[in-house]
């Protein structure tokens, strides 16, 4: 069954520092999103991609965060000058389309510390 | 925007008894209800969903309900099994857009 993929499984940074998480989508499903959980948290959407461009986003996701598509696979959510309060875990999760059968499938997420 | 409560935040039952979450929303024009379960460390995947035109969907040992009147959703689990022991979330999704909107989590412990 083929599944959402995410790379690195954990990134360790300084504050201040940029970060890019990557993450490979399955690969005919259409819409892309990125959500966060802080350690013990519920599940935070950020921010929904759709035809190469933002559908959707959260009021987290602020100046500092944006995503792109830079080629057919892969979907990178990057963080311009991390804060202590981004250390979560990253989840990215496709769906075929967003009715019908709107099952969005998660990857197994990125633990982002930012120390 | 949505808003989902869930309850109750921790659950213990003992192996073979039923287990219920509930949760309720906020927007009336909510239309996608999906349950998910996440295991320590791992992803969440989903177990279940039901649309709102339905009132009640079952698969296997697990069911959830909807009430739309009332805004409130609930996911039963029968005969609880160790392996059941996990994090489920429960999640609304509004007509018109694709962001899932999360409970808080319920942390279901299930002893043999």
């Known amino acids: 069954e083929p599944e959402v993929t995410q790379t690195p499984s954990h990134q360790v940074t300084q504050m201040g520092q940029e970060v890019i998480l990557r993450c490979v989508p399955i690969s005919n499903h259409l819409y892309f999103y990125w959500y966060r959980q802080i350690l013990g948290q519920k599940v935070e959407f950020l921010v929904s991609?759709?035809?190469?461009?933002?559908?959707?986003k959260s009021e987290i996701f602020d100046d500092q965060f944006s995503v792109e598509r830079p080629d057919g696979s892969n979907f990178t959510l990057k963080i311009r000058s991390t804060k202590l309060e981004d250390s979560a875990m990253y989840f990215c999760?496709?769906?075929?389309?967003?009715?019908?059968?709107?099952?969005?499938?998660f990857g197994p997420g990125t633990r982002l510390t930012v120390l | 925007g949505e808003n989902v409560e869930q309850h109750p935040s921790t659950l213990s039952v003992q192996e073979g008894d039923s287990a219920v979450i509930k949760c309720t929303y906020s927007d009336s024009a909510s239309n996608y209800f999906p349950w998910y379960k996440q295991e320590l460390g791992k992803r969440p995947q989903l177990i279940i969903d039901?649309?709102?035109?339905?009132g009640e969907k079952k698969d296997q040992r697990i069911a959830v309900t909807l009430n739309k009147t009332a805004k409130h959703f609930s996911l039963h689990i029968t005969e609880t099994q160790p392996e059941d022991s996990a994090v489920y979330f429960c999640?609304?999704?509004?007509?018109?857009?694709?962001?899932?909107?999360f409970g808080k989590g319920t942390m279901l412990l299930v002893s043999p």
């Open positions: 999760a496709s769906s075929l389309q967003t009715s019908g059968d709107n099952e969005q499938f």
């Open positions: 039901i649309r709102s035109n339905v």
């Open positions: 991609f759709y035809n190469n461009e933002i559908s959707e």
């Open positions: 999640a609304a999704r509004g007509s018109g857009y694709s962001t899932l909107t």
